[in-house]
């Protein structure tokens, strides 16, 4: 948009950002189910918010640590998305060599420490990299994201317990989508939940509608500056709702369907779509974004099915041999 303010264009940004998610996400769900890529996709459509509303605030020097439904977090921190798609399909030029898949999405060149199929797992990941940039002197600082099934396991109290004592520069992000799973949260979480138990452990909570992007991203850009100022960890208790089911094999039957459509109607790109048009974006210009993410995500999805597959030799690279007998050279 010819003229927009530095506002606007930041914001026209994010639409991008998160029609690029949402693109990367759709076509890797197709792929998973036509048998282009092996291995389940846990999709974050309708999501797209948080991870856009908290990567805007953060710089390429910035650690985030992410989970099984990670494809967000690494595309708004700047990960290569058709390196990530050739991840998907294992292929050669894959940003884990094609080795990864879905659940392992790393990118260490722009901070995104990766993506980890266990619940939970990547809260102690982000406290040791804090620690190390603690004990370093740098000045990043690293961003967990984690669901609110999350907060039931150890690492949990782990972590917030580690974070508070030492201070470290960490900011919580709970992607609170209501369930665990198949499971709804509510019927398996005792208290006042993720917040509170948050705040049990010394490090403040703020509380955010996670289906509206430009609440997330003021959020985040305030605790982003209690941290780098040294005011220790943070924690975004943020609010949302995945539209799919667990995984793009599951048709979500657990739950109501008019409570899906209401999550639909609070859309996180329609409600930035809206926000832009009332700030005198053309339509056809935030379609044409839209549009261009789509065809972006479905270029990349063709040239990972072209690409060729891995050489055998790299099955044992970037493996430890830990002891005898140790693999014939």
């Known amino acids: 948009m010819a003229g927009a303010s530095n506002e606007t264009a930041r914001r026209i940004a994010m639409l991008r950002d998160m029609a690029r998610i949402r693109a990367f996400e759709r076509e890797a769900v197709a792929a998973m189910r036509a048998g282009e890529a092996p291995g389940v996709v846990h999709p974050s459509i309708g999501q797209e918010g948080v991870a856009v509303g908290v990567c805007a ?3 390429r020097a910035d650690r985030i640590t992410s989970t099984h439904r990670g494809h967000g977090h ?15 399909h294992g292929r050669a030029g894959g940003c884990c060599g094609g080795k990864g898949g879905s659940m392992h999405i790393a990118d260490f060149t722009v ?21 190390a940039i603690r004990l370093k002197q740098e000045e990043a600082i690293v961003a967990c994201f984690f669901g609110d099934g ?9 972590g917030m317990n580690w974070a508070a004592l030492y ?4 900011l919580f992000v709970c992607e609170d989508n209501g369930f665990a799973a198949f499971t709804r949260n509510s019927a398996v979480t005792a208290g006042g939940g993720p917040a509170v138990r948050a705040e049990a452990c010394g490090v403040p909570a703020t509380v955010v509608d996670g289906e509206d992007v430009l ?3 003021g959020a985040a850009a305030d605790l982003v500056a209690r941290i780098r100022a040294g005011g220790g960890p943070q924690f975004l208790h943020a609010k949302c709702y995945r539209w799919e089911g667990h995984t793009g094999t599951d048709a979500a039957a657990y739950r ?3 409570e899906a459509a209401a999550a639909r109607d609070r859309d996180c790109i329609g409600r930035l779509r809206a926000a832009l048009e009332a700030a005198g974006v053309a339509a056809t210009e935030i379609a044409a974004i839209e549009a261009d993410a789509e065809a972006e995500m479905a270029s990349h999805r063709a040239a990972a099915m072209a690409a060729a597959w891995p050489d055998l030799g790299a099955a044992f690279s970037d493996v430890q041999d830990s002891g005898a007998p140790a693999w014939p050279a």
């Open 256 to 258: 109501p369907a008019e």
């Open 111 to 131: 901070g995104m420490l990766g993506a980890n199929g266990v619940v939970g797992a990547g809260i102690p990941i982000a406290c040791g990299a804090a620690q």
């Open 74 to 88: 690494a595309i708004a921190k700047g990960a290569d998305a058709g390196a990530m798609m050739l991840e998907l």
């Open 57 to 59: 605030n953060l710089r």
């Open 167 to 170: 201070r470290l520069p960490v």
């Open 215 to 217: 609440a997330v991203d």
């Open 150 to 158: 999350a907060v039931n396991r150890g690492p949990f109290l782990e």
